[in-house]
């Protein structure tokens, strides 16, 4: 099936308002949906008076829906020219998935042919864990990638190694952090973070908002936005 030619609204229809359309700072916003910035991005406000994860500025970017959703939001964050729509959204992921899927399975030094990629991932045993769970075997990983099906997160370290970010996971119906149950030393690194929203099985990318319109979504080791959800991943470690 060939990608659309014109990419759909990503704005949610749970958002929407009885509102007349507003103008702000010279920025249009069209029921509370804020649909005109330096790149084009589409976002709404989570300003939550309740839930463990709240910092001030803290937006939801909505971003394709469809079963890459995890790859959009990731793009959306660290790559300018899927940002600021220069290119065809839906074939561009395509191409990225494929590219992922031979990357799986190649070495990770030609010259030294003694290890894949996929043979580091979960510090080195997801081959053995795929003896219990079919799903993240290599052949399957593989299949998935290369089809329609949708991307999980199985495929959160992978992602994570090969664009060299930290992706944090919040959960929009807990507004908590989404832990993973892997081993978080395999997830989080001393390198650059990336947020993204869970709902409903769709990733969004979670970015924050400064007075002066500027939007960040990818955030050091030391932001206190990054410090206060390692602070919430520890204490919920703690619980389990």
């Not at 103008?23 to 589409?42: D, F, P």
């Not at 976002?43 to 394709?64: A, E, H, Q, R």
């Not at 959703?69 to 300018?80: C, E, F, G, K, Q």
């Not at 494929?98 to 045993?125: E, F, V």
Request: aromatic letters at 12%; glycine letters at 4%; one cysteine or more.
């Amino acid at each position: 099936m060939n990608p659309p030619s014109e990419l759909p609204p990503t704005y949610d229809e749970e958002f929407r308002k009885k509102e007349p359309n507003k103008v702000y700072a010279n920025k249009i916003y069209i029921n509370n949906i804020n649909i005109m910035n330096e790149c084009g991005l589409k976002w709404i406000s989570l300003n939550w008076t309740d839930g463990y994860i709240k910092y001030p500025g803290m937006i939801k970017i909505n971003v394709i829906k469809d079963e890459s959703s995890l790859l959009h939001a990731v793009m959306t964050s660290i790559y300018d020219v899927y940002k600021n729509n220069k290119i065809n959204k839906c074939k561009f992921i395509q191409e990225l998935r494929n590219n992922l899927a031979y990357k799986l399975k190649s070495y990770i030094d030609t010259n030294n042919q003694s290890s894949i990629y996929y043979d580091t991932l979960s510090g080195g045993i997801l081959g053995s864990i795929s003896k219990i769970k079919p799903d993240v075997s290599l052949e399957n990983m593989i299949k998935t990638l290369v089809s329609n099906d949708n991307i999980g997160i199985i495929y959160n370290e992978f992602i994570s190694n090969i664009f060299n970010i930290n992706i944090y996971i919040i959960d929009y119906d807990k507004k908590d952090l989404y832990m993973t149950g892997l081993n978080k030393n395999y997830l989080y690194k001393i390198r650059s973070s990336i947020v993204v929203l869970i709902s409903d099985g769709y990733y969004d990318l979670v970015g924050l908002i400064s007075n002066e319109h500027k939007i960040k979504t990818k955030f050091n080791i030391n932001h206190p936005f990054i410090i206060m959800i390692n602070k919430r991943m520890r204490e919920l470690s703690k619980k389990n």
